[in-house]
Structures are given as C-alpha cells and as structure tokens.
C-alpha cells in the first residue's frame, strides 16, 4: 500500500467546522464510504459540532477544538483531504507546510467548493484540487486560461447517500397531494426573491395549494404575513439526519429551488433528486454558480423558469400533472444513483488518493 506492510493509509479530512451545512456532510459521507480495508480515515476541525458525534458514532477518529498542526503530528497522515472554499487562506494551509517539510511524500487533496483560484505561496502545498461540477471547472479554465485537467486538477461529484433514499422512499413520495417544498440554510444568501414572488401566483392558481419551508428567514416570514398567505405556507425546524430529509421530501410533490448566487453543485438539490422528487430551478446571472442546471435537466429531471410568472407556471404544472411530476422524479432518481451514489463517488476518490501516492513515489498494493 504506502510501503508499511499491511497497514492502511492514513487519510485526514480536515474542515473548519463540523456543522450542518453542506461541506461537512460531503466530508462526513467520503470518511464514511472510504474503502476502510485499504484507508483509515480521520477528521479535523477547530471547532466542534453536531457532525463530530455523527463521525465518532461511524467509528472514525476525530480531531476537535485543536490547531490542524496539532492533529497532522498527532495522526501522521499520508493524505490530507482539505475541505474549503478554494480562495487563498494562508493561515489555514500553514500547517501543512511545515507538515510537508518533515514528510515531503504526504499528498494534500483540495476539494475547492466553489471552483475558487489560489495562486499564492500557501496554494502551492496543495497536489490537486478537486471541483465539485463540471460547470466549476470549466469556469476556472475560462478565468484562469489553467487547464483543468489531471493530476493537478479533476472533477468529482459530491457524494447522495442515494441507497439509503432509496430504501426510506422506495416509490418515491406519493404525489397525492399540491405540496410545495423549499429548504436551504436560514441564510439570506440562499435565497432568491423569486422563492417569495411565486407564492400569491400560486396560492391563486393552484387549488389545494400547501408550501413547507425549511430554513425561513424574517423576510419570507413577513413576506407572508403581508400577503396573507398564512394559510398556504409553514415554516418547519432545520432537520439534521437523512432521515428526517427523507421524512421532508416524501411529504412533497415538487421541490423549489431559488438561490441567487446559485450552486456550485446543488447538494439539496441532489438529495431531492435521490428521492424521486422533480424539482424547478433559475439560472444564476452572469459568471455566478450554475451547477443546478447541470443537474437539473429541463423537462428531463425538473423545470427551468427566467421569472416568476414562469416559475410559478412550471410549478403550478407539476403539481397538476402528477403524473409528469412522478416521471421527472423517477428521472431524476436515476440520474443520481448513477452519478452521485456515495459507495461510488469514494470508490473514485480512493482511486484518485492511490494515484497522487503513486505519482509521489509512494506504492501502492
């Protein structure tokens, strides 16, 4: 494996918090799925969270409220799998540095959420840089004129545990009744005002009508409170298990994503896709994230609406036609069993980690 007999090669994922959001739910799946005959996998963060009992509980080590100088001499990893944001941060990467120093074959893997460039003298300590779309790397390659390509750069979805929504919801949510879901952190970034503008259009439109919405900020609330609209749209507690979102979406007939920055993949979108729910996007302006129209496919997977009025159109249609919904649903299902299926997307990772080894001299078994 790494030239230490039958020992298992050590991976550390380190990130900055172990909250609920995206990033560390990504990190927290690649620890969970990695291959453990081959990979022992540990994780770092300086500031603890709900994710670290989650990480303990799938019996991985964990490395909490200490400095990432620290953990590195403490676990002595041969890979270090870096989780951010991609910009420069040379007090993050410093550690590592000095780390390198003393073990010049470890090789450090960037997943770069947000397809961001780091030309500065603390980038340097990272292998490979990894985008989380095609849409990311192809916008790095536009900005930067860098080919995006391997060793030094790749492509790698974020992981669905797409089996375990399969199994909560194995025919997928009923479609029985007009029920209209949204969920994202309580963050006024994750929101667009199409999210709002679209609820009178379709409280008029759609008899029956019901809106759930995880993650309400003050402004949707009062929103609607001025439009009377109290009657059509609940606003829910964050859920933190795939249980619970397995519980949300099967209780839904259409997902509505609307986020002005956009995604720069979609994990939301990917886990409602995973159970069988169709789901209606925008894009983004200009060079902002895109990823959600390489996931959702119009009239394949969901619906693409420019405005409000037709967003609230290719919503109000698919929670008309159910069964056009169910199809779109089924399709999207498909689509993320086979390109975001959590075994599959570490299996990918584990080949990537073994070929950095080996192109740093280091074997592999």
């Known amino acids: 494996m790494s030239g230490r007999g039958n020992e298992r090669i050590r991976v550390l994922h380190a990130v900055k918090t172990l909250g609920l959001g995206g990033t560390e739910k990504v990190m927290q799946l690649f620890v969970r799925h990695l291959a453990p005959e081959r990979f022992e996998a540990a994780v770092h963060s300086p500031v603890d969270g709900p994710r670290a009992a989650q990480i303990r509980a799938g019996g991985a080590a964990s490395y909490v409220g200490m400095g990432l100088e620290r953990a590195l001499g403490a676990f002595l990893p041969e890979i270090v799998h870096v989780h951010r944001a991609g910009w420069p941060e040379p007090e993050f990467l410093r550690p590592l540095r000095d780390y390198l120093a003393a073990h010049p074959a470890t090789v450090v893997v960037e997943t770069n959420v947000f397809g961001r460039h780091d030309p500065s003298p603390s980038g340097a ?14 916008r790095f390659e536009r900005h930067t004129g860098i080919p995006a390509r391997w060793p030094d750069y790749g492509v790698l979805y974020n992981p669905v545990d797409t089996d375990f929504f399969a199994a909560a919801l194995p025919q997928g949510p ?72 397995a519980a949300f979406y099967g209780g839904l007939s259409v997902l509505a994503h609307a986020n002005d920055t956009g995604e720069s993949f979609g994990l939301v979108i990917a886990e409602a896709m995973a159970c069988g729910l169709p789901v209606v996007t925008h894009p983004a302006l200009g060079e902002r994230d895109n990823a959600q ?6 009239g394949v997977t969901g619906l ?37 299926r959590a075994q599959d997307i570490a299996a990918r990772l584990g080949g990537m980690y073994l070929d950095l080894l080996a192109r740093k001299g280091r074997g592999a078994a």
């Open 125 to 138: 300590v990272i292998d490979c840089r990894l985008f989380v779309s095609d849409f990311c790397a192809a």
């Open 293 to 298: 129209l390489e996931l959702v496919e119009h």
């Open 174 to 245: 009923p479609f029985a009744a007009p029920i209209l879901g949204r969920i994202s952190r309580p963050d006024p970034g994750k929101w667009s005002r199409l999210a709002l503008d679209i609820l009178p259009l379709l409280a008029r439109g759609v008899p029956g009508l019901r809106c759930r919405i995880i993650g309400g900020i003050p402004e949707a609330e009062d929103f609607v409170r001025r439009h009377g609209l109290e009657a059509f749209v609940e606003f829910l507690p964050p859920v933190s298990t795939d249980a619970e979102l």
């Open 304 to 340: 693409v609406a420019d405005t409000a009025e037709q967003y609230a159109q290719a919503v109000g249609w698919l929670l008309n036609n159910p069964a056009e919904a169910r199809r779109m649903g089924q399709a999207g299902r498909d689509k993320a069993r086979r390109l975001f």
